[in-house]
C-alpha cells in the first residue's frame, strides 16, 4: 500500500501487516470482484469501510482488497477528486 502524507513524503507499507487505518479524504478501493469504490476509508477488525457519496457505507474484507492496477469498475464515485491508494 502506497502512503503519502502531509508531513512525509510517499511511503510503501506492508498491506499484510495494517492493522487499522483511516483517511477522512477519498480513497479508491479496489476489490477482488473487480469493482472499485471511492470514499473516505475506515479499517480495522479485518474489515474496510468505504463511506461512499451515492451507495452509504459499503464494507469489505480486507482480504478482498486487491493492491494491483487491474482494471476494474468504479461505484460510489463523488464529484470530487480521489486520491489512489487502494488501487484494484
Known amino acids: 500500500m502506497m502512503i ?4 512525509a513524503s510517499e511511503g510503501t507499507v506492508d498491506w499484510r501487516a495494517v492493522q487499522d487505518f483511516k483517511s477522512d479524504q477519498s480513497l479508491h478501493v ?3 470482484n473487480g469493482e ?3 470514499g473516505p476509508v475506515t ?3 479485518g474489515k474496510v469501510e468505504v463511506s461512499t457519496k451515492t451507495v452509504g457505507n459499503v464494507e469489505t474484507a480486507k482480504e478482498s482488497v ?3 492496477a487491474q ?3 468504479t461505484i460510489g464515485l463523488g464529484k470530487s477528486s ?3 491508494i487502494l488501487e484494484g
Not at 503519502?4 to 508531513?7: A, H, S
Open 4 to 7: 503519502k502524507t502531509e508531513y
Open 43 to 45: 479499517a480495522n477488525s
Open 30 to 32: 479496489g476489490r477482488k
Open 71 to 73: 482494471p476494474c469498475r
Open 82 to 84: 480521489a486520491h489512489r
Open 66 to 68: 486487491v493492491l494491483d
Open 36 to 38: 472499485s469504490v471511492v
